[in-house]
């Protein structure tokens, strides 16, 4: 069961970046999907998280209005779209899935069970 992360990079700031999850080694096809992101001395935090079939979405504040998540389930690709990216954003983007629940949302951190590696974001300003 994995959970790997690509598309991040080094970005000025206003830019966009599109962070892609790819899933393998089981079906997350009815699980909650998230990204989560942590910078250095600070605990993780939850960006956006996505419901099964995509139908609904949930946002921080801090990223509401220039991100999007999404998820293809044919693909097995979760996606994040990130637009006018700050220097602020700067951190290492995680990938996380909820194998314990079905058709709902996930909002918590410790709730999400599998997750990838990371991918580093940094936005220069």
């Known amino acids: 069961v994995e959970l790997v992360e690509s598309g991040g990079g080094l970005v000025q700031a206003g830019g966009s970046l599109r962070l892609s999850c790819t899933t393998s080694g089981r079906n997350f096809g009815e699980n909650p999907m998230g990204w989560f992101r942590q910078a250095p001395g600070k605990e993780r935090e939850l960006v956006a998280t996505?419901?099964?079939?995509?139908?609904?979405?949930y946002y921080s504040d801090s990223v509401k209005g220039r991100f999007t998540i999404s998820r293809d389930t044919f693909k097995a690709t979760v996606y994040l779209q990130m637009n006018s990216l700050k220097p602020e954003d700067t951190a290492v983007y995680y990938c996380?899935?909820?194998?314990?629940?079905?058709?709902?949302?996930?909002?918590?951190?410790?709730?999400?069970?599998?997750w990838g590696q990371g991918t580093q974001v940094t936005v220069s300003s």
């Open positions: 996505i419901n099964w079939n995509g139908g609904a979405t």
């Open positions: 996380a899935a909820d194998t314990q629940t079905m058709h709902g949302m996930t909002y918590v951190a410790p709730e999400y069970d599998v």
